[in-house]
């Protein structure tokens, strides 16, 4: 425990986990502490071209943000969900669209109603009543808080941005909000002798850069939370294989659709991130069953537009920290684990974690039993996005590869396993208080890969066959007939001015 009053925040690192740190602390807590950031312009970054989900816009208005430069800041596009393809089985497609599915009654959620619809041989498909799908697949979107003439809501959306924009764009901000940036590699740590605490950082130059606090975002080196203070990692690759992804960005072809695209391989995905100068592409792979050349023959063979770069690998190991917050330094980004892009939640991760960090400051010095509040809900947060991560590789029907064969019949996680053998046996699935990921999420994905429940909610029963049959073709048609009428996903962009 220490309990001298915190008043120096040195970051270490930049790039997206880095410099979201800087805006936020220093958005939030301007006036309170001074805020020093670390980095060097010779180490690269990794992102390749990011994709988020809709927390971000919560995000970016606390930052106070405009849309509109933002998106152009960052060579922005809109995001309405992620279209899976050949994860059930090959040639299987569907999307894990952000906002809700048709209308619930009270007490019982759409799908039960689908469900019933499907066992009383009325023939729709589940994304039929998405109206986030159904803008996706016509490449069309709008700002629309709820449906024309009904309490139904809109659009649920969220971006896909140039990474090495983003993080440009969140420096300039955060310089403007008296950010100090100091160029420099980071040589080594100093430590108190009797705490352990970090007192300062040493640089190249010899220079040295002292805080009260730190905050790690230098990659999947942790040179502050691993090697200075040797936390430790808990890896995951027992249920998340994959440990390579190699990008290459391409010239943009076609329209700029307005989802995100994830491929199943033999031995692992491809992404598919439309921006509006180019598009990034890559391909996650384990090692185990693809090598690095078969990996980008593979990724190369399939990108559409001309190459721009040449072809980046990063390796990875899945899995967490096994404390985000030791002593007086708390990690972000790579620096306190990873989780594959799957789900687009990369970034939703560190600004999470970011809220997390202001609501448990340590304002008048760090107290143990803060720490271990703060690292057992991110604990709670990593497994639970874990988990829904496994839920993609583990639910397969494919036979085309030993990679899937070994996905499929491998032992998941107990919380897991009996998450799926509810849905599958009652068509039931509760989120766990502040979890990230919707029911209506587990509903997509579950059904999308083919688990469809052997029962329904009895309330789906209280609607006679008319009524049934006069639900199911008039949201059908709100839906179609809605996203029909919204403008271009090209021309809202257009419309501000990029």
């Not at 955060?174 to 980071?186: D, H, L, P, T, Y």
């Not at 430590?191 to 805080?211: C, F, R």
């Not at 040179?223 to 190699?246: H, M």
């Not at 030791?326 to 970034?347: D, H, Q, W």
Request: charged share 25%; net charge negative; aromatic share 10%.
């Amino acid at each position: 425990m220490k309990k001298e009053p915190i008043s120096r925040v040195v970051v270490v690192g930049g790039g997206t986990a880095g410099w979201n740190a800087a805006a936020l602390l220093s958005r939030t807590l301007k006036g309170t502490v001074s805020i020093t950031l670390v980095e060097s312009e010779s180490i690269g970054i990794v992102g390749v071209g990011e994709a988020t989900i809709p927390p971000i816009i919560a995000f970016n208005t606390v930052l106070g943000f405009s849309e509109a430069e933002f998106i152009r800041k960052t060579e922005g596009s809109i995001k309405l969900g992620i279209q899976f393809e050949n994860w059930g089985k090959i040639g299987d497609r569907y999307m894990h669209a952000f906002g809700g599915i048709g209308k619930d009654l009270a007490l019982c959620s759409f799908h039960n109603i689908w469900l019933r619809s499907q066992q009383s041989n009325v023939t729709s498909d589940f994304w039929d009543f998405s109206l986030n799908y159904q803008a996706a697949k016509l490449n069309k979107f709008a700002k629309l808080d709820n449906i024309p003439n009904t309490d139904l809501p809109g659009l649920v959306y969220a971006y896909h941005f140039d990474a090495g924009l983003y993080a440009k764009y969140l420096r300039e901000y955060s310089e403007a909000q008296g950010v100090k940036r100091i160029e420099g590699i980071i040589s080594a740590s100093r430590l108190d002798p009797d705490s352990g605490y970090i007192t300062a950082i040493e640089l190249e130059d010899g220079s040295q850069v002292e805080g009260d606090f730190f905050i790690d975002c230098s990659g999947f080196r942790g040179l502050l939370i691993e090697q200075a203070l040797e936390t430790g990692y808990e890896e995951w690759t027992q249920w998340l294989p994959c440990d390579k992804a190699v990008a290459v960005p391409t010239a943009n072809v076609g329209e700029i659709k307005p989802y995100t695209r994830a491929i199943a391989h033999s031995a692992g995905w491809q992404w598919c991130i439309p921006l509006q100068h180019r598009t990034g592409n890559g391909l996650v792979f384990s090692s185990r069953y693809l090598s690095d050349d078969e990996a980008v023959a593979r990724l190369l063979s399939q990108v559409e537009g001309d190459v721009l770069a040449e072809p980046r690998f990063i390796p990875f190991k899945t899995g967490r920290r096994r404390k985000q917050w030791n002593k007086n330094c708390v990690a972000f980004g790579l620096s306190s684990g990873f989780l594959e892009p799957l789900e687009s939640t990369s970034i939703h991760m560190i600004q999470s974690g970011l809220r997390r960090l202001i609501r448990h400051f340590p304002h008048r010095g760090i107290n143990d039993i803060e720490i271990e509040e703060f690292n057992r809900q991110s604990k709670i947060e990593f497994e639970q996005i874990r988990d829904f991560i496994i839920l993609h590789y583990h639910l397969n029907n494919r036979d085309d590869s030993q990679f899937w064969t070994d996905c499929r019949d491998m032992e998941i996680p107990e919380s897991l396993a009996s998450r799926i053998e509810l849905f599958r046996k009652t068509g039931k699935v509760f989120k766990d208080n502040d979890e990230l990921f919707a029911e209506i999420a587990w509903q997509q994905v579950m059904i999308g890969q083919g688990v469809i429940p052997e029962d329904y909610h009895p309330l789906a029963n209280t609607l006679d066959r008319d009524q049934l049959n006069r639900i199911i073709k008039n949201l059908t048609l709100l839906m179609q007939g809605t996203a029909s009428q919204l403008p271009s996903h090209e021309e809202f962009l257009k419309q501000l001015g990029s």
